[in-house]
């Protein structure tokens, strides 16, 4: 039986027939290889090639912990210094102790815990999840025991792990945050707060404290004479131009940013007649939010000197490199982690294994590769056109 040809599909969707044969001692041409070049070390076998060459051997457990992935989040207030930048996100992770048996918690950069609250909340109605495109609709309205309750059963825990623990808080009042805050300074096992300011300000008509910049500041600076704790402040990106909200929040004191918050959104039925969740509107996350997530992290990364953390939408390395290259210095993984609790630690070897394979001993030049020389015009401007 004769061999069937070889059909390559080209990456542009057309299709690249088979080589004619060449007659027997003419010598073949070679172009000029159109590949970059690769790292130091490292070999390329291409498939069907008949090449021998050796693959780079995967770096060892020694050769990966020698690459310094350490990030300080507060470098301006004493430091808070993480061992690696791979965090994992508020409300998907518990409290860090429900993932023990199947993740190495002592391994990730820090544990964000679920948001908490003053007093004790019972959520939203149901239904308050849904599956979309690349993402998921959530609607959980901050369940949790209240910040006593926290501090009770979860802080002694935390007290014996190497991992840093930042415990999200949100509120409905400023009164609210420092209250939490307060309850929170001096306890053994809370390493740091995040502010979570996309809840409703009830002292004016329920808007969330997150859409506008005074009270974005007011409630930052609040904390911030509440604690020394390192203090992180969520962005939401549900506004026009985030910047000047991240500006007021970092000259009130906080200091970090994490980007983003949810997306606003819902859900319809399937009979078509009402929203599907019980609360009508839920926050959007996963791969979706994604460009949106990269685009504040650029925009806050030119505008602010303090550390920003990036959200949403990480699933691989490459989402990790993504957001390092726009100006992050840390990512929190989130929603992947429903469908894979082992990825955020497995990112961390990934991370330290391309640095091996780019001769570098830090990841930090990883960060704001894609940063503008000089700051950029905003998205509120620009849009996805220039006039």
Same mark, same amino acid.
């Given at each position: *039986? ?5 059909? +390559?599909?080209?990456? =542009? ?5 088979? =080589? ?23 070999? @390329? ?11 780079? $051997? #995967? ?6 912990? =020698? ?6 989040? &507060? ?7 993480? $061992?690696?930048?791979? @965090? ?23 544990? !964000? !815990? ?19 495109? %690349?993402? *998921? ?14 501090? #009770? ?18 509120? #409905?009042?400023? $009164?609210?945050?420092?209250?939490? !805050?307060?309850? @929170?300074?001096?306890?053994?096992? +809370? %390493? ?17 404290? /997150?859409?506008? &910049? ?6 930052? &600076? $609040? ?27 970092? /000259? %009130? ?5 994490? /980007? ?42 030119? +505008? ?20 390092? =290259? ?6 929190? +993984? ?16 990934? @991370? %330290? ?26 998205? /509120? ?7």
């Amino acid at each position: *039986m004769r061999p069937r040809k070889r059909v +390559v599909t080209s990456p =542009a969707g057309g299709t690249i027939l088979p =080589a004619r044969k060449r007659k027997p001692g003419r010598p073949r041409s070679r172009r000029p290889s159109r590949l970059p070049p690769l790292p130091q070390g490292r070999s @390329l076998v291409l498939e069907g090639s008949g090449a021998t060459s050796p693959r780079r $051997a #995967e770096p060892s457990a020694t050769e990966l912990a =020698a690459v310094d992935l350490s990030v300080d989040l &507060a470098p301006g207030r004493g430091g808070f210094r993480l $061992a690696n930048p791979i @965090l994992v996100a508020s409300g998907t992770f518990g409290y860090g102790v429900e993932y023990g048996e199947v993740v190495d918690v002592q391994r990730l950069g820090a544990v !964000c !815990c679920k948001g908490t609250t003053l007093k004790p909340r019972v959520g939203n109605v149901t239904p308050r999840v849904t599956e979309t495109p %690349a993402g *998921m609709l959530n609607s959980i309205g901050l369940q949790n025991p209240g910040v006593d309750a926290v501090v #009770e059963r979860y802080a002694p825990t935390w007290t014996a792990w190497q991992t840093s623990v930042i415990v999200n808080v949100a509120g #409905e009042s400023i $009164a609210d945050y420092v209250e939490v !805050c307060r309850r @929170l300074d001096g306890v053994p096992g +809370v %390493a740091a707060i995040e502010l979570n300011i996309s809840c409703p300000n009830v002292g004016k008509g329920g808007l969330q404290f /997150a859409i506008d &910049a005074e009270a974005a500041g007011a409630v930052t &600076a $609040a904390v911030r004479r509440t604690t020394d704790l390192p203090l992180l402040v969520k962005l939401s990106p549900n506004v026009a131009d985030v910047r000047p909200i991240a500006r007021a929040i970092a /000259a %009130a004191g906080a200091d970090a940013l994490t /980007a983003v918050n949810t997306l606003s959104g819902i859900a319809v039925a399937s009979d078509r007649r009402r929203p599907l969740l019980g609360n009508v509107f839920g926050g959007l996350s996963g791969p979706a939010i994604k460009p949106v997530a990269l685009r504040v992290v650029y925009e806050v990364a030119q +505008v602010v000197d303090i550390p920003v953390v990036a959200i949403g939408g990480v699933t691989e390395l490459a989402d990790v490199l993504d957001f390092l =290259a726009v100006g992050a210095v840390a990512v929190q +993984v989130g929603t992947a982690i429903f469908a894979d609790p082992t990825l955020p630690v497995r990112l961390i070897d990934e @991370l %330290a294994g391309e640095c091996l394979a780019r001769g570098l001993s830090s990841y930090q030049p990883l960060v704001g590769t894609a940063l503008p020389p000089r700051p950029d015009a905003p998205s /509120a401007k620009g849009v996805e056109y220039r006039p």
